[in-house]
């Protein structure tokens, strides 16, 4: 028996069709005979949503209050999965980051796990359910919830995937790939089938917003097998792993860029004795 940990950001569960479409892939999973774990983001842009009325609020929210507001956003999701499973006669239980033996360092809003005490989950799919964890959270040694930093639920999943030593890990997104650079941008981009672990790392760590970057640095670690793909079409994805089997020959593998980045130069003017700013440079980077 395979198991497989999925992983759908907030998009593909942005609404209530959205989340019985995910319900299915999970059942489409299981029934293909795999132990299946379900990760999952908060509701479209909740989170946001949540950011703002801590900001409507205070101007500088206390961290600890905040880990406690946003952990909220995924408990919603994990919950009406749960019932969407059930609602199609399978066994489902959904758990939040504590639930699921998530520990991480004590730090608020950026937390880094630290052990997954898997014996909860491990139970679960024991009995033949589906398991429902929420994404970007965990609990810290002194109880605290913590958070793992915004897109923080890749993580999540890729941390499972190792402590359950599951089969495969599949970010579903609403990108049907890892694409050569931004699709939005540059109209030929292709759909690479594969990338290794560093040049994904890399194009992460540069801007390429399609994976939490601390999620492929667990996978790279770990050695999980990471596939990214659309999250409710039937259609393969990139695979991130080790070895290439195909175009393993090309130098580079995709380009990435960001926008709203501005830099300044600073330059101490001799004669003057005062700094001025010598150059203002604002380039258009974009999320990909
Ligand atoms: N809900 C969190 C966020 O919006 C975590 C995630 O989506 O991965 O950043
Ligand atoms: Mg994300």
Redesign the pocket.
Known sequence: MGRVVLKF??TSVGTIEKIKKTADQAIREFEKGNQVIVVV??MGK???RLVDMALEISEHPSKREMDML?ST??QITISLLSMAIHEKNYEAVSYTGWQAGITTEPVASNARILDIDTEMIQAALDKGQIVIVA??QGVSGEGEITTLG?????TTAVALAAALEADKCSICTDVVGVFTTDPRYVKNARKLSQVTYDEMLELANLGAGVL?PRAVEYAKNYRIPLEVRASHEIEVGTMIEEEMTVENTKVVRGIAFEDKITRVTIHWDKKRKHARIKSFYNARRSQY
């Open positions: 950001g907030g983001s908060a909740s989170t946001d946003l956003g995924e994404g970007f915004r897109g923080g639920s890749d939490h």
